[in-house]
């Protein structure tokens, strides 16, 4: 059973990393460090991180299809490519029980926050992707390994996609950031849908972190262009260095007393 400060500190937690996940990635650095906090078993708290993360992002999706920013014929090909590697990578971690799981889940954290945290530079000039290497070479290799990477852990699998984009695919960071919520939704669905077979989606606890998260991603989405990356990156610089020296705690030093 889930209490109700569960589900509220959850929500809370979905509604702020919908923000910023809309503006700058790194959304599920906020939401899974907090069910973890909230002593909600790791398998269960990847369910539900999951299932908040592609409604959230489907919304942003959507805004950003209204603004004719996403490169479609490049998402559809990644995206085939990243529903395989997060389906493997879902898989993957169902074999680990909760204790171990968690302290993998800590030793991953730092991963996702450089991932994150690292200054994303933009071009003078926004490059499409219509055919050629880049397209049906590059584009099926980067979104397999981040597919796998997002089905097996998955905060900050967006700025992996979108500095995947902008650096390897060489496309413009505008175009990258939106085309990589595509890449980015269909990965998220994939480990839904297998966490959901596995029976591990506590719902009580997903809807409403769901509905918090759509909220935030919609406000994100509409304030991208005013708010920039570099506060959400100082933000996170602090919070997300005090989340893991607590779960750093949480998982093995304690084990220690």
């Known amino acids: 059973m889930v209490s109700l400060s569960v589900i509220l500190i959850c929500s809370g937690a979905a509604l702020v990393a919908g923000f910023i996940d809309a503006i700058a990635g790194g959304g599920g650095l906020i939401t899974l460090p907090a069910l973890l906090l909230a002593n909600v078993p ?10 908040s993360a592609a409604l959230g992002t489907a919304t ?3 805004t950003f299809a209204r603004g004719h920013l996403i490169q479609w014929r490049l998402s559809l090909v990644g995206v085939a490519f990243a529903l395989l590697g997060s389906g493997i990578g879902a898989h993957i971690s169902l074999l680990f029980d909760n204790a171990v799981l968690g302290k993998i ?18 071009m003078a000039h926004n490059l499409t992707v219509d055919s050629g290497p880049r397209l049906w070479l590059l584009t099926p290799l980067v979104c397999l390994l981040i597919g796998v990477y997002d089905g097996f852990y998955g905060p900050g699998t967006g ?10 695919v060489r496309i413009g960071l505008i175009h990258a950031s939106a085309t ?29 972190m769901a509905a918090a998260s759509i909220t935030g991603n919609w406000l994100g989405s509409r304030t991208a ?32 007393f």
């Open 42 to 51: 790791a398998h269960n708290a990847l369910a539900c991180n999951k299932i």
């Open 60 to 62: 942003a999706v959507g």
């Open 105 to 122: 889940l800590v030793c991953l954290l730092p991963v996702g926050m450089a991932a994150t945290l690292l200054p994303k530079k933009d």
């Open 159 to 168: 700025s992996f996609i979108i500095l995947a984009l902008h650096f390897i």
């Open 180 to 208: 990589a919520k595509v890449i980015n939704l269909g990965s998220n669905l994939a480990a839904a849908v297998s966490f959901v077979l596995a029976g591990k989606v506590l719902w009580l606890l997903a809807l409403p």
């Open 225 to 256: 262009v005013r708010v920039g990356p570099q506060a959400v990156r100082r933000f996170l610089t602090v919070s997300l260095g005090l989340l893991f020296c607590t779960l750093l705690f949480e998982f093995f030093i304690r084990e220690m």
